[in-house]
């Protein structure tokens, strides 16, 4: 697994504050993608030990409560799937009322079988490919309007 960058507090991506991970590498290339430096592959940096220390130990870092998104880049593709279902794993285990928010280009009806394995650990997926022709300022968490948002957990509050 490849990632791009964390960043401590966001408020673009997810409910409330959250700590975000991009992962790097896209095979999608979707018109209009607003981050095309995700899409290489070689580029970024490996996901260590470390960045999964940084992001338990700092999650609730000065007293903020955050949740954990994840974005691409593909944190589904098949070069990112088994870290990010580890770290989605690894953090549940410790922040279990937590919530993960993930995004993907891929479609929920269409994961396969590795991919299905992250709908264990996260709350909310964001599905599929931003589309230019459909995009939509106004819309909360998703670029265009083709994209879905899905309450992975069935919590009340996304
Ligand atoms: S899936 Fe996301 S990161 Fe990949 S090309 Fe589309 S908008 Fe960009």
Redesign the pocket.
């Known amino acids: 697994m490849r990632i791009s960058k964390i960043k401590d507090n966001d408020i673009a991506n997810g409910q409330g504050i959250v700590m975000s991970l991009w992962t790097q590498g896209?095979p999608?290339?979707?018109k209009g993608?607003?981050?095309?430096e995700?899409?290489d592959f070689n580029s970024g940096r490996e996901f260590k030990q470390e960045d999964l220390n940084y992001i338990i130990e700092n999650i609730d870092k000065n007293n903020i409560k955050r949740n954990l998104s994840i974005l691409?880049?593909?944190p589904l593709c098949s070069q990112n799937i088994d870290g990010v279902v580890d770290l989605c794993r690894r953090f549940k285990e410790i922040y279990p009322n937590k919530k993960i928010y993930v995004?993907t280009?891929y479609i929920l009806e269409n994961l396969n079988e590795a991919q299905n394995q992250i709908l264990k650990y996260i709350d909310v997926l964001v599905d599929g490919?931003?589309e230019e022709d459909r995009k939509d300022l106004s819309l909360v968490m998703r670029?265009s309007n083709n994209q879905k948002i899905i309450n992975v957990s069935n919590n009340n509050q996304l």
């Open positions: 896209c999608h290339h979707c993608c607003f981050n095309p995700t899409w691409g880049g593909e995004w280009g490919k931003f670029g």
